[in-house]
């Protein structure tokens, strides 16, 4: 080569970026990227696999054991969302024993699970979400000093204020857990949800108290989450276009509200559709070929579903514990924005990193508000039964469909000679993070993440930014990790 030619650019090559454990969600998620050069040389994110790493065993840990047990123990799933699990739980036994529960229980299951919902939804912005955006100076220890946010957006007195709210959230997160509790009984995990009813007994006391702690929450979403939501998107407008994936999104509904109606109602909508179409229930199935199961139970409705995990060395071509559900062969996200779209109470055609964060935050207003109804609804029925006594029905079997605040929730049951015989449990995070399925078409999040830029492989924010906006929650799963040679170690400081 001539002294003093330029050197020829280098062959576009792809970089794998593997991050294991993906913090800040619930549970242990792992996502490998691979990373190419676009036309314009900018790297940008080309394939993505989504890796669920821990074995889930709570439907096996069910067969055999009395029908009444399930509420309680499937609320284990999950500390930050058990209300739904118990929730999902109690809908499968009415629906097995046929009972139309009071309309005070009713009323406060939902009261309960929008308390769940409040506290989850601004536990996700401020605690788990807030750090990919914001290195407030003030603030040199853990979670803010991570070194992976390249393109702060925010001055140093803009990001201590966020640093100030992200304390005020803590308190917010209080009021909400003692809020439910006082019908709960305790929050995470309230025994008060049982087939048939509710144990606690409303009174003006609890109604009153109830009221004063949602007074004292509605202000904190109206007067902090809204507008920092709000401030933070319109920082960082980019992301109005990342993550956007198929556009799919599904809602099984939730909050029951008498003669059959849901607050927040069933629907999906397939391809960026704006049309809300049905939900058949009988149309879902789950899928294995990417899993850790065996082949034999893929495909199967969870109606017919069985977990049969299998030595993930003897499956070579699988690489994640979670099953891949879809809806007539097409994968849908689930999730806040979901729900607010088919409900009409957010745009329809919009999904995106931004989007999700926007409606989670204007669906906890919402839920808020509707709480205050309940709670007069509740007021004029004090004396009212909360509980219909049911025998266990000696064989059935039943679905419950909810809604956990990270999107649509559903269970499984089958009862033989009074014991459960079968129980299968698809969550929001399975709809979300799943691999892909037996045509190879990826997860909703895996396809999120496609076309993500990243400004340094080193530090692929952007990468994580797209994944919490999905509110990952795995912590159904049951242990195993294994080290693997090669993968590249991220330090994170310990101030």
């Known amino acids: 080569m001539p002294k003093g030619k330029p050197k020829p650019p280098p062959t ?250 849901l607050f927040l109602k069933r629907g999906r909508l397939p391809w960026g559709s704006a049309t809300v179409q049905a939900v058949d229930v009988g149309k879902i199935a789950e899928f294995v070929k990417y899993s850790w199961y065996a082949d034999a139970t893929g495909g199967l409705t969870p109606a017919a579903g069985v977990t049969t995990p299998v030595d993930p060395d003897s499956k070579t071509t699988a690489y994640s514990w979670l099953k891949a559900p879809r809806y007539e062969g097409v994968p849908y996200e689930a999730g806040p924005l979901a729900r607010m779209v088919v409900n009409n109470l957010y745009p329809a055609g919009k999904v995106s990193v931004n989007d999700r964060h926007l409606a989670r935050a204007f669906e906890a207003l919402e839920v808020a508000e509707q709480m205050r109804l309940w709670l007069n609804q509740l007021r004029s029925g004090l004396g009212q039964p909360t509980y219909v006594r049911q025998a266990v029905p000696l064989n059935a079997a039943g679905v419950g469909l909810t809604e956990a605040p990270r999107g649509a929730l559903g269970h499984w049951l089958e009862i033989t000679n009074g014991k459960i015989s079968r129980y299968q449990v698809i969550t929001p995070t399975c709809w979300n993070a799943s691999p892909r399925d037996a045509n190879g078409r990826r997860g909703p999040l895996e396809e999120a993440l496609i076309g993500t830029p990243v400004a340094d492989p080193e530090r692929p924010v952007e990468v994580l930014r797209v994944v919490h906006s999905f509110d990952p929650c795995l912590a159904c799963a049951v242990h195993v990790l294994r080290p693997e040679a090669g993968r590249k170690i991220f330090p994170v400081a310990h101030g």
């Open 12 to 261: 576009p090559t792809s970089t794998v970026r593997i991050i294991d454990p993906v913090t800040r969600i619930e549970g242990h998620l792992r996502i490998s990227v691979t990373l190419t050069p676009d036309a314009t040389g900018k790297l940008v994110v080309s394939d993505a696999q989504s890796t669920g790493t821990l074995f889930r065993g709570f439907e096996n840990i069910l067969v055999g054991r009395h029908p009444w047990d399930a509420q309680h123990i499937t609320q284990r799933i999950c500390g930050v969302c058990p209300v739904s699990h118990g929730m999902a739980a109690v809908l499968a036994l009415d629906a097995a024993s046929q009972v139309t529960v009071p309309a005070n229980a009713r009323i406060m299951r939902n009261l309960v699970m929008g308390a769940n919902l409040i506290d989850s939804h601004i536990l996700h912005f401020y605690h788990l979400t807030l750090p990919d955006y914001v290195t407030p100076p003030a603030m040199n220890m853990p979670p803010w000093n991570t070194d992976w946010v390249h393109d702060e957006s925010f001055s140093d007195s803009e990001a201590n204020t966020l640093a100030a709210h992200y304390l005020e959230a803590l308190k917010a997160r209080r009021l909400a857990h003692e809020m439910g509790a006082i019908f709960g009984g305790k929050l995470p995990h309230p025994p008060a949800y049982v087939p048939g009813g509710f144990t606690t007994t409303p009174t003006a006391e609890k109604l009153s108290r109830f009221e004063a702690y949602l007074t004292q929450v509605i202000d904190f979403i109206n007067n902090y989450y809204i507008p920092d939501v709000q401030f933070l998107v319109s920082r960082y407008p980019a992301y109005d276009a990342i993550g956007q994936g198929y556009g799919n999104l599904l809602a099984f509904g939730c909050f029951e509200e008498g003669n059959g109606s």
